[in-house]
């Protein structure tokens, strides 16, 4: 018996030290499981940290170069990379950006693409993550204007003197600037006197310059003939907008119904669609009209403006033979500095270039009729930039979309 208790005894401690040992074993390998749970789980929020910094500093760049078009400087390692550092202290990723290009669909919707890698750590190994954002773009090269301006002169009689001479230096002044737009002339009487095709260039210049010189007045008035001269032109050419100035002293010998019926009939009745979205296969027309001195202010009022538009203050202007020249080139700075139609909606970032210009005193935005018209003010003097070929509208507007790649 003595001995069986004996047996016993060191049997249970036999077993107590193995017991110990397995739990000692499970213990450890408890440990290690801990262990590796804890690595895995400090590499899974390094990964969703590093995934919501790329995620917010592509989003923040999108943003950026939406308000400020400055895309070199923005598409850039450095503002990346101080854009990661002001979310986290805890992070230290590589950041490369490239601009992809513009993509423009079938209605010419554009955007641009730019790629975000961002190169990291976590505490595996290296790795990286890539997303692309997309912006809004539309761009205005300013120095591809596909319009055309027609110029209808009146040399009737009346025009004799200080007029005739005020009217030859404007149109002088307007050929010599070497302006990147195809034009015309009509000299007028009470029949067309001489035209010059639709056009530009030196050749071009030299030609209109003597047909402008060269004639002198005489004569009676006629406002269809030379309207229906410009029509001829506009059918046989393929622009995308025309504007129609017409320059008067006088009233039209045939009268004012008759003039208001012909443009009536040939400008104010096409489709309002081609002076919202003008092509040169559905040009919009538009007519501007001067009058000088004791021009007939009611017959030239009733033939400005085109199918949307025939607003009297922006279409039809009178002043005296010597503002003929300042009135001819604010005319023409209404024509030239504008763009549309435009695509872009809601609050528009308009730039040129790079510099961001003020709604309502660089530009006034028409939603109505999605055209912008541009202004001179200081410091950025829009207009002249345009008119000198120095200037390239760039629209943004909207968010940028963020689109995950691997």
Not at 27 to 56: C, H, P
Not at 154 to 174: A, E, H, P, T, W
Request: proline letters at 3%; one cysteine or more; glycine letters at 6%.
């Amino acid at each position: 018996m003595e001995q069986d208790t004996l047996y016993i005894s060191k049997l249970a401690q036999k077993n107590k030290g193995f017991a110990a040992l397995t739990i000692i074993s499970l213990a450890a390998v408890m440990s290690l499981i801990s262990f590796i749970v804890i690595q895995y789980g400090r590499i899974s929020l390094n990964v969703m940290e590093e995934k919501q910094i790329l995620d917010s500093c592509s989003i923040d760049l999108g943003t950026s170069i939406i308000k400020t078009n400055k895309v070199d400087e923005i598409c850039d390692v450095r503002f990346l990379n101080e854009c990661a550092t002001t979310l986290s202290e805890n992070v230290n990723p590589n950041f490369q950006c490239v601009d992809l290009g513009l993509e423009c669909d079938l209605n010419n919707v554009c955007e641009r693409n730019f790629g975000i890698t961002s190169s990291y750590n976590p505490g595996r190994g290296n790795t990286s993550k890539f997303v692309t954002i997309t912006v809004p773009e539309e761009v205005h090269d300013v120095n591809l204007i596909d319009a055309a301006v027609i110029m209808l002169l009146d040399y009737s009689g009346s025009m004799s003197g200080n007029r005739i001479v005020q009217l030859k230096d404007s149109v002088r002044q307007f050929i010599n600037s070497d302006f990147n737009l195809s034009y015309s002339v009509i000299l007028y009487n009470s029949d067309v006197i001489v035209y010059s095709d639709i056009g530009k260039g030196q050749q071009h210049k030299q030609s209109v310059n003597s047909m402008v010189t060269n004639n002198n007045p005489s004569g009676g008035t006629s406002f269809i003939k030379p309207l229906d001269k410009a029509i001829q032109q506009i059918a046989q050419t393929d622009y995308e907008a025309y504007y129609v100035l017409l320059i008067s002293d006088g009233s039209p010998n045939e009268g004012i119904s008759a003039s208001q019926n012909f443009v009536q009939s040939n400008v104010m009745n096409i489709n309002d669609n081609s002076c919202i979205f003008s092509t040169n296969t559905s040009p919009c027309i538009t007519v501007y009209t001067l009058g000088v001195d004791n021009a007939d202010v009611n017959a030239l009022t009733s033939i400005s403006g085109n199918t949307l538009n025939t607003s009297p203050n922006e279409f039809s202007f009178t002043v005296n033979a010597n503002q003929v020249s300042a009135a001819f080139n604010a005319i023409i700075a209404e024509i030239m500095c504008r763009i549309g139609p435009v695509i872009a909606e809601g609050n528009l970032n308009v730039f040129n270039n790079t510099q961001v210009l003020e709604e309502g005193i660089d530009y006034l935005h028409d939603n109505l009729y999605k055209i912008l018209k541009f202004y001179d003010t200081e410091p950025f003097n829009i207009c002249t930039n345009m008119l000198n070929n120095n200037a390239q509208i760039t629209l943004r507007w909207g968010k940028p979309k963020l689109n995950v790649g691997q």
